[in-house]
T-cell receptor, first 113, second 113 residues
Framework: EPEVTQTPSHQVTQMGQEVILRCVPISNHLYFYWYRQILGQKVEFLVSFYNNEISEKSEIFDDQFSVERPDGSNFTLKIRSTKLEDSAMYFC???????????FGEGSRLTVL | ELKVEQNPLFLSMQEGKNYTIYCNYSTTSDRLYWYRQDPGKSLESLFVLLSNGAVKQEGRLMASLDTKARLSTLHITAAVHDLSATYFCAVDMGEDSNYQLIWGAGTKLIIKP
């Protein structure tokens, strides 16, 4: 069964360092998303991406964040200068069409020290 | 601002019992999703509800949507231990929102043998 895959599963970094989280969405999907979940809290929308550009972004997704689809298969989330409060589980998701089922990856746990 | 409220946030119940989780939301939407999350794991799609009056069932779980009341329910019938997890509802912001889902806080369900 097709699935969304994410790497790394866990990354520990120092505050101020750049981090890139990688995702391979399901191959025929067109919409891509990043969500995050701070430990024990609710899931929060970060950004949606379609047709090689950002469709929507939340207030969390400030200038420190960027997304890219560099090669037609990977979908990356970059945090330029990490802060302690960026520590969370980051989930990538994809869907074939808007309004239908959204498939999530296993998540990348980011720990900022 | 769309708010999504789930209750209860924590539920401990015995196997074999029935119970209902409620999801209220504050603005108009006709797209609501239920997800399951096991500890440290990803978000598994359970139900996609796309219209008023939608009812879907899978095994011991049944979800419904009343868009006029802005209410969705997730009903558990004759609970079994394997259903122990955290259940989230999530509401889509509206047309062409590209899955800018707003999530409830989650209901942690523990089912005791």
């Amino acid at each position: 069964e097709p699935e969304v895959t994410q790497t790394p599963s866990h990354q520990v970094t120092q505050m101020g360092q750049e981090v890139i989280l990688r995702c391979v969405p399901i191959s025929n999907h067109l919409y891509f998303y990043w969500y995050r979940q701070i430990l024990g809290q609710k899931v929060e929308f970060l950004v949606s991406f379609y047709n090689n550009e950002i469709s929507e972004k939340s207030e969390i997704f400030d200038d420190q964040f960027s997304v890219e689809r560099p090669d037609g298969s990977n979908f990356t989330l970059k945090i330029r200068s990490t802060k302690l409060e960026d520590s969370a589980m980051y989930f990538c998701a994809s869907s074939s069409t808007s309004g239908r089922e959204l498939f999530f990856g296993e998540g990348s746990r980011l720990t900022v020290l | 601002e769309l708010k999504v409220e789930q209750n209860p946030l924590f539920l401990s119940m015995q196997e074999g019992k029935n119970y209902t989780i409620y999801c209220n939301y504050s603005t108009t939407s006709d797209r609501l999703y239920w997800y399951r999350q096991d500890p440290g794991k990803s978000l598994e799609s359970l139900f996609v509800l796309l219209s008023n009056g939608a009812v879907k069932q899978e095994g011991r779980l049944m979800a419904s949507l009343d868009t006029k009341a802005r209410l969705s329910t997730l009903h558990i019938t004759a609970a079994v231990h394997d259903l122990s997890a955290t259940y989230f509802c999530a509401v889509d912001m509206g047309e062409d929102s590209n899955y800018q889902l707003i999530w409830g806080a989650g209901t942690k369900l523990i089912i005791k043998p």
